[in-house]
C-alpha cells in the first residue's frame, strides 16, 4: 500500500516562494507517476503539475508554467513541488497524488492514491 505525506504548506505573502513535499511510502518512488493538485474552497479538484514515472517528462498547469517546478529524490523516496512568485489565486490546499500505472492521464483525478494535502496560503 502506498503512502504520501505532504508538507511544507504555511501562509505566505504574495511573491514569496514554498517548496511542498510529498515522503512516499510502500513503493519505489521510481515506479510511479507523481502529480500536484489543489483544491480551494468551493472548487473542484485542479491539476498543478506531474512527473511522468518513466522519462521524468514533466507538465504543467498553465497557471503555473514558469513559476512551479515539479521534482523528485528518489534517495529520498520524496516528490517536491518548488513554487516561486507565489499570487494570492493560488492559495488553495495541496495534494501530492501517485500511480504506478505503465500510462497516466496526468491531469486527470484519476491516480490510485492520495495523500491528506497541506494548506497554502498567500496574501496580498
Known amino acids: 500500500q502506498v503512502q504520501l505525506k505532504e508538507s511544507g504548506g504555511r501562509f505566505v505573502q504574495a511573491g514569496e516562494s514554498l517548496r511542498l513535499s510529498c515522503a512516499v511510502s510502500?513503493?519505489?518512488?521510481?515506479?510511479?507517476?507523481m502529480g500536484w493538485f489543489r483544491q480551494a474552497p468551493g472548487k473542484e479538484r485542479e491539476f498543478v503539475a506531474a512527473?511522468?514515472?518513466?522519462?521524468?517528462?514533466?507538465d504543467y498547469a498553465d497557471s503555473v508554467k514558469g513559476r512551479f517546478t515539479i521534482s523528485r529524490d528518489i534517495a529520498k523516496s520524496t516528490a517536491f513541488l518548488q513554487m516561486d512568485s507565489l499570487k494570492p489565486e493560488d492559495s488553495a490546499r495541496y495534494y501530492c497524488?501517485?500511480?504506478?500505472?505503465?500510462?497516466?492521464?496526468?491531469?486527470?483525478?484519476?491516480?490510485?492514491?492520495w495523500g491528506q494535502g497541506t494548506q497554502v496560503t498567500v496574501s496580498s
Open positions: 510502500g513503493r519505489t518512488l521510481s515506479s510511479l507517476t
Open positions: 512527473i511522468r514515472r518513466w522519462d521524468m517528462s514533466t
Open positions: 497524488a501517485a500511480d504506478p500505472a505503465e500510462w497516466v492521464n496526468v491531469r486527470s483525478v484519476v491516480y490510485d492514491y
